[in-house]
Each structure stands twice: as C-alpha cells, then as structure tokens.
C-alpha cells in the first residue's frame, strides 16, 4: 500500500449540525416552496451527488425551484462550514498526522466546489493531504475521480476509506480496496476492511 484516500463526510468529520440550521435558512426564504429538514435527512443523503441530493430531500418540489434551492444550499454550506467547522471524529488530527508520515494521503468526496476547501479553511488539516477532488470540478463519478487522482498522482497501490455502498462501489471501480468506516453514516454489503473509529486505522496499517 502506497496511500489512503479519504471519503469525507462520515469518515473524518460530521459536518451536519453546523450545515442543517444555514439549509434552512436557504429553504424558509422559499415560502413553503420545499420543508425544512433535519440533521437525520442530512445524515441520510452524506455520499450522494448533489443533484440526488435534491430529488431525495426535495422531491415534491418543481425542478427548476430545486435546483436554486441546492445550488444556493451548497453555496451557504460553504460559508458556514468555513466559518465555524464541522464535528471531527475524535483524534482526526492525531491519526492523520500519523498515517501522513508513512503513506500519501488523500481526499475524493461528493462534493460542490468549495467544500473541501472550507474543510481546510476551519481545520487547517490541509498539510497533512497531497491532494483532492470532487465532481464539482470535474463532473465526474466517484469512481472515476479516485482514478483520476490515482493517475494524477501515479499511484500504485492505494486503500479509499469511506462509510457508504457509494464509496464501497466507487472503490469497486477504480479497481481498489475498500475500507469501511462503520462508524460513520451508511450501511454497506461488504468490505475488504472495516474499522469502528477513525483511530482504527492506525492498528490495521
């Protein structure tokens, strides 16, 4: 193994209390044109492209309103994220530091632009990764961008780290192993890994 590459959302950090209150701000400016929604309803849609995103958490609203309403969703999570941070797995900090002195580490999510690098704006976690991509960038699957960083980066032999079947198939398709962050917000139908906590990572590499 020659680096990890990290889900983010429910493998590193839970960010969802911070971003449920600046949602609804965003959605009650509609009058009624969607529902509020809660930090559950965020849990339940962590790892899926933003535009099922909307049809899950919104799927009673017309699709041109649901649009606006997730493109200025995404562009508030941003802000307040970089504002205030989200909730990082316990020893975040401590594992990654650790982990980035023996192997590349590294960032795919499916994510907007901006997102990831509100992450880093807050936590300052960004020295201890080599480098990161989304579909807002690139309009490309999750698996497809993991390849497009293991290419990027000529990587060898990475593991990618994530909580959800989405992660579990995207690894799946760069060709790779999967390990399950079961801590984290989803279920998955198998593994090649599987780890309670982040911490956890250091015992099995």
């Not at 606006?68 to 530091?97: F, N, W």
């Not at 980035?100 to 990831?116: D, E, P, R, T, W």
């Amino acid at each position: 193994m020659d680096s990890i590459i990290f889900d983010l959302d429910g493998t590193i950090w839970d960010p969802t209390e911070t971003v449920v209150g600046g949602w609804n701000q965003v959605i009650n400016s509609y009058n009624g044109a969607a529902n509020e929604i809660t930090i559950q309803d965020l849990q339940g849609i962590m790892g899926l492209p933003v535009p099922e995103v909307g049809r899950k958490l919104f799927p009673d609203t017309g699709e041109a309103i649901r649009e606006r309403i997730m493109s200025e969703c995404c562009e508030m999570e941003c802000h307040v994220l970089g504002q205030q941070g989200g909730r990082l797995y316990p020893q975040a900090e401590e594992v990654l530091q650790a982990l980035a002195a023996k192997y590349k580490l590294f960032i795919v999510s499916n994510c907007q632009s901006g997102y990831i690098e509100a992450f880093y704006e807050y936590h300052q976690l960004q020295k201890y990764f080599t480098d990161y991509e989304h579909p807002g960038s690139t309009g490309l699957s999750k698996g497809e961008n993991i390849r497009l960083v293991m290419d990027r980066n000529h990587l060898t032999a990475p593991v990618y780290v994530g909580d959800t079947e989405g992660d579990r198939k995207a690894s799946e398709f760069a060709g790779i192993p999967f390990v399950y962050a079961g801590y984290g917000f989803g279920e998955v139908s198998r593994y090649d890994y599987v780890i309670d906590r982040l911490a956890g990572l250091l015992d099995l590499f």
